[in-house]
C-alpha cells in the first residue's frame, strides 16, 4: 500500500498521467490540492485493507459484518467529502472536485485488487514451507535436474528398504530403479494378510477383535490360545 501510494503521489505532481487519461486538470503546483488527493487516497486503500486482513480466503469469499461494512462506507463517504469540498488552510486541504474524486476511487480499487496475493504469499513465506524448501530440501536454487528429484526417490527406496527388513546396498549410487520392486513386496504383502484375515480362523479373530479394539494377547481363557 505505501508503493502505491507513493507511485500515486509521483504521478499526481510529477506526471500528467492522470490528466491525459482521465481528462482531469492537473493538480501540479497546487499543493494543498495535492494533499487532499492523497489524504483521499490513503484513507480508501487503509481502511479497505481490513476486509483482506479478516478473511482466511479470497476477501469476497467471506461475508464482512454489516456494521464493519456501515463503518466503512460511511468513513468514506466522509472522507471523499471532505476531499471534494473542503477548504482547510490550517491542514492544507483545498477541494480537488467530483472527477479527481472518481479517479482516487477508481486508482483504489485497481491497488486494492493484489491485496490477497500478497496475503497468500506472506502468509505462505511465514508458514514456514518456504524455508524447509530453501534450507532442507535445497530446492529453490539446486542446478540438479528436475530439482534433485531422483536424490529424494533413491533416499525414499533406501528408508523403505530399510523399513522393510531388506538388504541396503552399499554406495551412494542412484537407486530409482528399486521403486517397482519395493511396491511390488509391499503389494504382496497387503495380499497375503487379506487372505490370511479371509481364510483362517485366526485372521478371522484378530479382524473381529481389531473391529471391537479388543486386545487378543490380554485375553486370558482356557477356551483359546494366540
Given at each position: 500500500?505505501?508503493?502505491?501510494t507513493?507511485?500515486?503521489?509521483?504521478?499526481?505532481r510529477?506526471?500528467?498521467?492522470?490528466?491525459?487519461?482521465?481528462?482531469?486538470?492537473?493538480l501540479?503546483?497546487s499543493?494543498?490540492?495535492?494533499?487532499?488527493?492523497l489524504?483521499?487516497?490513503v484513507s480508501?486503500?487503509s481502511?479497505?485493507?481490513?476486509?483482506?486482513t479478516r478473511s482466511?480466503?479470497?476477501?469476497?469469499?467471506?461475508?464482512?459484518?454489516?456494521?464493519?461494512?456501515a463503518?466503512?462506507v460511511?468513513?468514506?463517504?466522509?472522507?471523499?467529502v471532505?476531499?471534494v469540498?473542503?477548504n482547510?488552510?490550517?491542514?492544507?486541504?483545498?477541494?480537488i472536485?467530483?472527477?479527481w474524486?472518481?479517479?482516487?476511487?477508481?486508482?483504489?480499487?485497481?491497488t486494492?485488487?493484489?491485496l490477497?496475493l500478497?496475503?497468500f504469499?506472506?502468509r505462505?513465506?511465514l508458514s514456514?514451507?518456504a524455508?524447509?524448501?530453501?534450507?532442507q530440501?535445497?530446492?529453490?536454487?539446486?542446478?540438479?535436474?528436475?530439482?534433485g528429484?531422483?536424490?529424494?526417490?533413491?533416499q525414499?527406496?533406501?528408508k523403505?528398504?530399510?523399513?522393510h527388513g531388506l538388504?541396503?546396498?552399499?554406495g551412494?549410487g542412484?537407486r530409482?530403479?528399486?521403486?517397482?520392486?519395493?511396491?511390488e513386496?509391499a503389494?504382496?504383502r497387503a495380499?497375503f494378510?487379506?487372505?490370511r484375515e479371509?481364510?483362517?480362523?485366526?485372521?478371522?479373530?484378530?479382524?473381529?477383535?481389531?473391529?471391537?479394539?479388543?486386545d487378543i494377547n490380554?485375553?486370558?481363557?482356557?477356551?483359546?490360545?494366540m
Amino acid at each position: 500500500m505505501a508503493v502505491m501510494t507513493v507511485v500515486f503521489f509521483w504521478a499526481m505532481r510529477s506526471t500528467d498521467f492522470f490528466s491525459n487519461t482521465f481528462h482531469v486538470r492537473s493538480l501540479r503546483g497546487s499543493t494543498d490540492e495535492m494533499m487532499s488527493a492523497l489524504y483521499l487516497q490513503v484513507s480508501i486503500i487503509s481502511q479497505a485493507l481490513i476486509f483482506v486482513t479478516r478473511s482466511h480466503s479470497w476477501c469476497f469469499t467471506e461475508r464482512p459484518g454489516f456494521l464493519l461494512c456501515a463503518a466503512f462506507v460511511v468513513a468514506q463517504i466522509v472522507a471523499t467529502v471532505i476531499a471534494v469540498f473542503a477548504n482547510f488552510g490550517f491542514a492544507h486541504i483545498r477541494g480537488i472536485g467530483w472527477g479527481w474524486a472518481g479517479v482516487i476511487w477508481l486508482y483504489s480499487l485497481v491497488t486494492f485488487v493484489p491485496l490477497d496475493l500478497f496475503k497468500f504469499a506472506i502468509r505462505y513465506v511465514l508458514s514456514g514451507r518456504a524455508w524447509n524448501n530453501l534450507l532442507q530440501n535445497k530446492t529453490a536454487f539446486t542446478t540438479k535436474k528436475n530439482y534433485g528429484r531422483e536424490e529424494r526417490e533413491a533416499q525414499w527406496a533406501t528408508k523403505q528398504r530399510s523399513l522393510h527388513g531388506l538388504d541396503i546396498e552399499a554406495g551412494g549410487g542412484d537407486r530409482s530403479f528399486e521403486l517397482p520392486e519395493i511396491a511390488e513386496q509391499a503389494k504382496r504383502r497387503a495380499e497375503f494378510a487379506r487372505l490370511r484375515e479371509k481364510n483362517t480362523l485366526r485372521g478371522h479373530l484378530e479382524s473381529a477383535a481389531k473391529v471391537r479394539g479388543i486386545d487378543i494377547n490380554a485375553v486370558r481363557t482356557p477356551f483359546y490360545s494366540m
